[in-house]
């Protein structure tokens, strides 16, 4: 009965080190969390169609870890864990996340749900420690061509140095 | 030690916050100093120095008319800046559209589960 378009994503990079992500989803916030936090429904759209989701793991309690990995589309594979840190069921997530193919980078990532009339909007935020390392992450959202994803990387980790 | 300058670049260039507000002013169209100074309630010689950074970079060109200068938005020069961004943007769209259907099959399972359910009280305490 609902139709669930709902525009695109919206991504902001509110200081030097932050980037927040925001979508309304035309669903309740329980079953947004749920879909969120649950492996075999991660599992359906975490991989953005841009490979395949090999490892889905979740814990989810206050010092639980987290594990996503997904073999891209051209073999290549990118994974990403943590740790929940604050968990408030259908409204507020917090964990930690690391980029493993830049392991010494750690960001904190809040996830917030907010309802009104049955809709959700959903707001990440995540929080990393240098402006570096904000942008090595946003390089990781590869979309056309791995090595361009891979060039801008290395970069990004040269510039660490 | 080896890092460029902080000028040099776009990215660097938008990565201060008055900056990136200077740009917002410019979005609306050419404005002269005075105005920009209005508008961001920060002294002059700051302005100008943010200017500066932006007009290095290529963000915003600049043209004398009579005894004012006008500043005026260079859309180019932040292309990268927004491709960048919105490859990253790209892939969390396709992860909402997947997770749209995600939800479809939840709401249609509650619903066949719990026909009893009444609408609203959702939010009530518990």
């Not at chain 1, 980029?99 to 809709?119: F, V």
């Amino acid at each position: 009965m609902a139709t669930t378009s709902s525009g695109t994503a919206v991504v902001t990079l509110p200081t030097d080190t932050t980037i927040q992500i925001t979508r309304e989803l035309a669903a309740p916030k329980h079953l947004v969390y749920k879909a969120y936090t649950t492996p075999e429904l991660v599992r359906r759209w975490w991989h953005a169609n841009r490979g395949e989701m090999t490892v889905c793991e979740i814990d989810l309690r206050v010092g639980g870890t987290w594990r996503y990995v997904m073999i891209a589309h051209g073999g290549f594979e990118v994974g990403f864990h943590g740790e929940y840190r604050e968990i408030v069921p259908n409204e507020r997530l917090v964990s930690t996340e690391v980029y493993e193919a830049i392991p010494d980078g750690q960001a904190i990532d809040t996830l917030t749900l907010t309802e009104e009339g049955g809709r959700t909007t959903m707001t990440i935020l995540v929080e990393h420690a240098s402006r570096e390392a904000r942008d090595g992450h946003i390089n990781s959202g590869m979309e056309d061509g791995m090595q361009d994803a891979l060039d801008r990387l290395e970069q990004a980790a040269v510039s660490l140095l | 030690m080896a890092r460029a300058a902080t000028t040099t670049d776009a990215f660097n260039a938008v990565a201060e916050p008055r900056r990136r507000q200077i740009l917002d002013v410019l979005a609306g169209g050419e404005r002269p100093v005075n105005e920009l100074v209005e508008a961001l309630g920060i002294a002059q010689p700051l302005v100008s120095k943010h200017l500066r950074v932006l007009r290095e970079v290529g963000a915003v060109h600049v043209r004398d008319e009579g005894r004012r200068r006008l500043y005026r938005l260079n859309g180019r020069a932040l292309k990268p800046i927004h491709d960048w961004v919105s490859r990253y943007e790209g892939l969390w769209s396709e992860r909402f559209e997947l997770l749209d259907d995600v939800l479809d099959d939840l709401k249609k399972e509650e619903d066949d589960g719990d026909d009893e359910q009444r609408d609203g009280g959702r939010d009530a305490p518990h």
